[in-house]
């Protein structure tokens, strides 16, 4: 069978820097033609399309993208199993979920499968630009009308593995951090509260990622919520 084409990249506009590199995937060709006219005139390279997930999956492994914009459901494979499959095959890359409803089981299972961003398709393109410069960076991107609900959830609904290991030997400062980072905090508010540098708190994050087998602050918050380390509704000190 012959393998579905991926559509070539049309020629982004490039910047004197190596623009971050995108990879379009959902089935409306009109929502992928209009997304790339605002990434390509934000100066984002948009390497290429795919029409459902299962193509996805293969043009992320051929094109190397810094960030997959995904929809959630397409024919074929949707963007729950393709999210999973392209960062079982490469942890470096980041996904950031799309989808025309805010429905909290939808949002539950992409973040679940490693997506490090979730909006709405009717996002304005101001916000679409932000969201994949904020996840080109390894940092989360979740519509803040999600993020205490979905939290919530997933302290509700633990992973069987959700305990944090016994051997892992956090610091006092460090789960301080991995708390503040649970919060939706910035590195920045991070340090405001405990009087380090912002440069400080990113290479504290930056272990604490290695530390905890987690790719983005998303799965830190996660894995926070999970174990029990933050509960809903519970304040910062």
Known sequence: MARPRVAPDRGGFVTASAPT???L????ELVRVGFRLILERAG???VGEAADGAVGVDAAADLRPDVVLMDIRMPVMDGIEATRRILEADASRRVLALTTFDLDEVVFAAVRAGASGFLLKDVPPADLVHAVGVVA???AMLAPTVTARLLERFAAAPS???ALPPDLDLTER???IIRLVARGRSNAEIGAALFLSESTVKTYVSRLLAKLGAHDRVQIAILAYESGLVRPGERAE
């Open 174 to 176: 460090e789960v301080e």
């Open 21 to 23: 590199r995108v990879l």
């Open 160 to 162: 069987p593995d959700a």
């Open 25 to 28: 995937v959902d089935d409306q």
């Open 44 to 46: 984002l390279d948009v």
């Open 137 to 139: 960076r390894g940092e």
